[in-house]
């Protein structure tokens, strides 16, 4: 069962797919997005989500760092329910509080350049995500 890993901005989407034994998280790509009208990329979601056979979606759901819900998070449960509608397909909300900062810090580390890091982030991010729900499962 491939499940896939998303990172919502309001710019991008980033995109992960676990492999078919759900034991690891690799990087696929950045949609880029529109969220102010209401472009989620769902065209080249779908062909992702067709083309992989996925069965679930885990979708970075930033809470605050007290819990709460902030805007970013209301956003994702938006999101959430489109995707639930469009696709027919469980999406499961994962708490990524710190995610996209530990995954700047990973490519800092491995000394990727400002502007490659700024391509790659959101990737990186929607893979800090859907590892975190893999591992959580076994």
Do not use: C, H
């Amino acid at each position: 069962m491939r499940i896939i890993g998303l990172d919502l901005g309001s710019k991008t989407l980033g995109v992960a797919l676990s492999d078919e034994m759900g034991w690891t998280a690799q990087g696929i790509e950045t949609i880029q997005i529109n969220e102010a009208i209401g472009d989620y990329g769902l065209i080249r979601l779908s062909e992702l989500l067709n083309g992989y056979s996925v069965e679930k979606i885990v979708l970075g759901f930033p809470k605050n760092m007290n819990g709460t819900v902030g805007p970013r998070g209301e956003a994702s449960q938006k999101f959430a329910e489109v995707l639930e509608e469009a696709y027919g397909i469980p999406v499961v909300l994962w708490d990524e509080r710190l995610t996209t900062m530990a995954a700047e810090k990973m490519l800092i580390s491995a000394d990727v350049s400002r502007k490659k890091r700024k391509k790659v982030i959101d990737k990186m991010a929607a893979v800090m995500i859907l590892q975190g729900y893999l591992d959580s499962l076994n």
